[in-house]
């Protein structure tokens, strides 16, 4: 019988190494999961659900385009700007406290943007996605301390509760809006799941700095492997991925709702696209993780993607389940490309400079999106100029995913201490995956 999709993850274990932690209580590997999931569930719902409520808070709050076009870019700017400095806070903390400290940040931001004034959702936003930057980027670095033989299947764990998060909330934040009788209110209120990831996330941490488990390894400056081929390389993908998905995330239901569709409509249709990228992570981990298959995996991903964009530049508003499916398909990308992260480094130091230069480069230059995407459709009055500019990034994007599973990177992730993404699979661990 044939292993599902999350099987198939599980079975890409990483190979032992000399700087593989030593085995952690059961009760702290469970406390271990517990926090990783409530995180992922954190991790993209405050920006979807403010993404699902734009329209609404501007007619309430009164804002003008320029400030409508701005809000949407506070996420991809803090994590550029707040994620740069991450590499420092853990070696300064040590990874459990700096997460500790970016969900109190998370929790605090989200819940001051339920005051209802424009000043409060742009502080809130930025309080609360700097927070949301450093644990972003500080997640493939507690993955490999704590998880070192099973990083396919906790990044797929984590990604795929973080995409959980965003889509329950994206469907579900409208009709609280409704209830509550303010956007305002429901947009602080997903700050509550972020207090109960801060107190989840508290027995971690209290575990790693009782028994010393911070990282001894030295502190690995993240700027000058831009310089080098794995670098520029992971840096290029992780800022395609991110452009296009964050132009996509804040942007879509408003995008519908412009079409013709009705609020609850275009948030069904952002849920539905969120819904389908969990399956379809997993999917595209579990084909990564067989020989030869890593290349093949990005190509699906980067090519559903384009295709997706192009239905939605050409198909009614009345079809807009179709180009959802498949850009839900194509947001898929992220845990393959996180997992490339995670393994990528030869000690958890140089991990976390891999992720802070993706992840603060990346983000900078994705911030192009969803600030390019509202200033073009205010200029324009329509939509087909943004599309168009993403569907050509989109194709940029199959070349760099050509490119990033060549032969020498490939092998360059091979020889990392996590093990081979490509060639990791059933115990396998030859390294000849390509």
């Known amino acids: 019988m044939p292993a599902t999709p999350l099987q198939a993850a599980a079975a890409a274990v990483s190979a032992p190494t000399a700087e593989t932690p030593p085995a952690r209580p059961g009760s702290a590997v469970v406390f271990g999961v517990i926090a990783l999931v409530l995180i992922g569930l954190n991790l993209r719902a405050g920006i979807t659900g403010a993404s699902a409520l734009l329209h609404d808070l501007q007619t309430v709050l009164g804002y003008g385009p320029l400030v409508a076009a701005f809000i949407p870019s506070i996420p991809t700017l803090c994590f550029a700007l707040a994620g740069a400095a991450t590499s420092w806070l853990t070696g300064r903390l040590g990874v459990e406290k700096a997460i500790l400290?970016?969900?109190?940040?998370?929790?605090g931001g989200l819940l001051l943007r339920g005051i209802p004034a424009t000043g409060m959702l742009v502080a809130g936003s930025v309080v609360g996605m700097s927070g949301l930057a450093v644990c972003n980027v500080a997640m493939p670095s507690f993955i490999r301390e704590h998880f070192a033989h099973r990083t396919s299947l906790m990044t797929a764990v984590y990604t795929v509760t973080m995409t959980t998060g965003a889509t329950v909330t994206s469907v579900a934040v409208v009709p609280l809006a409704q209830a509550l009788g303010s956007p305002s209110a429901a947009v602080g209120a997903i700050?509550?799941?972020a207090v109960a990831a801060f107190l989840g996330f508290l027995p971690v941490a209290l575990h790693a700095h009782r028994n010393s488990t911070r990282s001894t390894s030295r502190h690995v400056s993240p700027w000058p492997l831009l310089r080098t081929r794995k670098g520029l390389l992971l840096t290029a993908i992780f800022t395609l991925q991110a452009l296009l998905a964050y132009a996509l995330l804040s942007w879509f239901p408003y995008m519908l709702t412009t079409m013709g569709l009705d609020a609850s409509e275009s948030g069904l249709m952002f849920g539905l696209m969120q819904l389908v990228s969990v399956p379809a992570g997993m999917l595209l981990i579990a084909i990564g993780s067989r020989p030869r298959m890593l290349r093949p995996a990005f190509y699906l991903v980067s090519i559903t993607m384009a295709a997706g964009l192009v239905?939605?530049?050409v198909l009614p508003a009345s079809l807009a389940i179709i180009p959802a499916v498949l850009l839900g398909f194509g947001l898929g990308i992220f845990p393959l490309v996180m997992v490339m992260i995670s393994r990528s480094g030869a000690t958890t130091a140089e991990t976390t400079a891999l992720s802070t230069l993706a992840q603060s480069t990346g983000y900078l230059l994705a911030t192009a999106g969803p600030f390019g995407m509202g200033l073009l459709h205010s200029a324009t009055g329509g939509w087909a100029l943004p599309l168009t500019l993403l569907l050509a990034l989109?194709?940029?994007q199959i070349v760099?995913?050509?490119?990033?599973?060549?032969?020498?990177?490939?092998?360059?992730?091979?020889?990392?201490p996590a093990g081979n993404l490509a060639g990791a699979s059933a115990g396998r661990t030859d390294g000849k995956g390509k």
């Open 101 to 107: 400290l970016s969900l109190a940040m998370l929790a």
């Open 191 to 193: 700050g509550i799941t």
């Open 311 to 313: 239905l939605l530049l």
């Open 394 to 396: 989109s194709l940029v």
């Open 400 to 416: 760099v995913a050509h490119l990033i599973t060549g032969g020498a990177m490939a092998r360059s992730v091979a020889r990392s």
